[in-house]
């Protein structure tokens, strides 16, 4: 009896539930219950966000607060949490901005005695929000659960999030992005000897990003089979583990037939028969190669834009359809978004766009040369 296939995005929430006991058991017996409480409206990715947030966050209450310096954090009941006060947590805020990776720790905050400096974390808005954002959600079940008498996290007032223009490849960073990968120009000798067995490969997935918006998650998580070439399109599983059909024009469908045609050449390993982007070990292609492919080739077409990511191509497209329909309710669902007011942030990049060709439209005047200007 032939064994039953189990999907990638399976197979992923798998993983990421075991690294969740794994944590777990580094944490409160409560932190168990509150997981099992979110986990109904949460996704194991979310959850496993959330249990290194709270490992964190004990670790700054281990480290900075007298009361808990010498408490174990897995021994935590819910009479200690009761003890945290809100100026812990806008303390924990305020540590956020910078800290020790707690890998780099003893149990007594110090580094380890090594030669290597401990590695120093850095968060930002967002970074912060999220953070604090978890701490808001593990005392909001605690008290509405009667576990501590007060939420005091409802006191602390999460950070403004700054607006910023979305970073995106303009048409001629676009070419020359693909002429990087097609030319192999710019890359030093070792990434050109790689090249010669990436580039179909890499000329597809930028492809892919371009043409249709598709999230780095999603792209790593495709099969050969989720392709449809008699309908250019296929199917893509969107967070939540919703399934929909995404469309891709000519010059994409052209990009994959010519990497199939390699790819069928290549035996994978055992488990990884059916992934549609391989890594040179012959194994599904992982979201940070992707990252660090997307990098290699953004330096050279966009050397001024240090942060192009894959998230950043599926800016591109977004901002590329909307300038060419007009309409952001398609581009909000080509881009899989859950509110269409986050797609409206594209907008922003449009306007940008219009101000500059409205500055050239604007009638004045010509001047008359003066004799100094003579």
Same mark, same amino acid.
């Not at 930028?206 to 050969?224: A, K, N, Q």
């Given at each position: 009896?032939?064994?039953?296939?189990?999907?990638y995005? +399976?197979?992923h929430?798998y #993983?990421?539930n *075991?690294?969740?006991?794994?944590l777990?058991?580094e944490l409160p017996?409560?932190?168990?219950?509150?997981?099992r409480?979110?986990a109904q409206?949460?996704?194991?990715?979310?959850?496993?966000?959330?249990?290194?947030?709270?490992?964190l966050? @004990?670790?700054? /209450?281990r480290? *900075?607060?007298? +009361?808990f310096?010498?408490?174990?954090t897995?021994?935590l009941?819910?009479?200690?949490?009761a003890?945290?006060?809100?100026?812990d947590?806008?303390g @924990?805020?305020?540590y956020?901005?910078?800290?020790?990776?707690?890998t780099?720790?003893?149990?007594?905050?110090?580094? @380890?005695?090594?030669?290597?400096?401990?590695?120093?974390i850095q968060?930002? *808005?967002l970074?912060?929000m999220?953070k604090?954002?978890?701490?808001?959600?593990?005392f909001?079940?605690?008290?509405k659960?009667?576990?501590i008498?007060?939420?005091?996290?409802?006191?602390?007032? /999460?950070?403004?999030?700054?607006e910023?223009?979305? &970073?995106?490849? *303009?048409p001629d960073?676009?070419v020359?992005?693909?002429?990087?990968?097609?030319s192999?120009?710019?890359?030093s000798?070792?990434?050109?000897?790689?090249?010669?067995?990436?580039?179909?490969?890499?000329?597809a997935i930028?492809?892919?990003? &371009?043409?249709?918006?598709?999230?780095? $998650? !999603?792209?790593?998580?495709?099969?050969?089979d989720?392709?449809?070439?008699t #309908?250019?399109?296929?199917m893509v599983?969107?967070?939540?583990?919703?399934?929909?059909?995404?469309? =891709?024009?000519?010059a994409?469908q052209?990009a /994959?037939k $010519?990497?199939?045609q390699?790819?069928?050449?290549?035996?994978? &390993?055992?488990?990884? !028969?059916?992934?549609?982007f391989?890594s040179?070990q012959?194994?599904?292609i992982?979201?940070?190669?992707v990252?660090?492919?997307?990098?290699?080739y953004?330096?050279?077409?966009?050397?001024?834009?240090?942060?192009?990511?894959?998230?950043?191509?599926?800016?591109t497209f977004?901002?590329?359809?909307?300038?060419?329909t007009?309409?952001?309710? /398609?581009?909000?669902?080509?881009?899989?978004?859950?509110?269409?007011?986050?797609?409206?942030?594209? =907008?922003?990049?449009?306007?940008?766009?219009r101000?500059?060709?409205?500055?050239?439209?604007?009638p004045?005047?010509?001047?008359?040369?003066?004799?100094?200007?003579?």
């Open positions: 009896m032939a064994q039953k296939r189990v999907s995005h +399976t197979q929430s #993983q990421m *075991e690294r969740l006991k794994e777990q058991r017996s409560l932190c168990t219950d509150y997981f409480a979110i409206t949460t996704s194991p990715l979310t959850r496993l966000a959330y249990a290194y947030d709270l490992r966050f @004990f670790q700054y /209450l480290l *900075e607060n007298v +009361t310096a010498n408490s174990s897995i021994m009941t819910g009479d200690d949490i003890r945290v006060t809100a100026r947590i806008a @924990f805020q305020e956020l901005q910078q800290y020790v990776r707690e780099d720790m003893q149990d007594d905050g110090t580094a @380890f005695g090594d030669d290597s400096p401990p590695i120093l968060n930002y *808005e970074g912060i999220r604090l954002s978890c701490v808001r959600s593990f909001d079940y605690l008290f659960n009667e576990i008498p007060a939420n005091v996290a409802t006191m602390i007032t /999460l950070p403004k999030r700054r910023k223009p979305i &970073l995106y490849l *303009e960073e676009v020359r992005l693909m002429d990087a990968v097609q192999g120009e710019g890359l000798p070792r990434q050109q000897q790689y090249l010669k067995t990436t580039q179909r490969r890499d000329i930028l492809m892919m990003f &371009l043409g249709t918006g598709i999230r780095v $998650s !999603e792209l790593v998580g495709l099969d050969i989720d392709l449809d070439f #309908q250019n399109a296929f599983t969107r967070k939540g583990g919703n399934q929909t059909i995404l469309y =891709y024009p000519d994409v052209r /994959l $010519s990497y199939l390699e790819r069928e050449q290549v035996t994978t &390993l055992p488990g990884h !028969e059916y992934a549609l391989l040179l012959r194994r599904r992982t979201a940070r190669a990252e660090n492919l997307v990098k290699k953004a330096q050279i077409a966009a050397p001024l834009k240090k942060r192009i990511s894959p998230h950043k191509l599926r800016s977004g901002t590329n359809l909307y300038q060419e007009g309409d952001i309710y /398609l581009v909000s669902d080509a881009l899989g978004h859950s509110d269409v007011n986050t797609t409206k942030r594209h =907008y922003a990049a449009m306007k940008d766009s101000r500059r060709e409205a500055a050239q439209r604007i004045l005047p010509e001047l008359k040369q003066t004799q100094k200007d003579e």
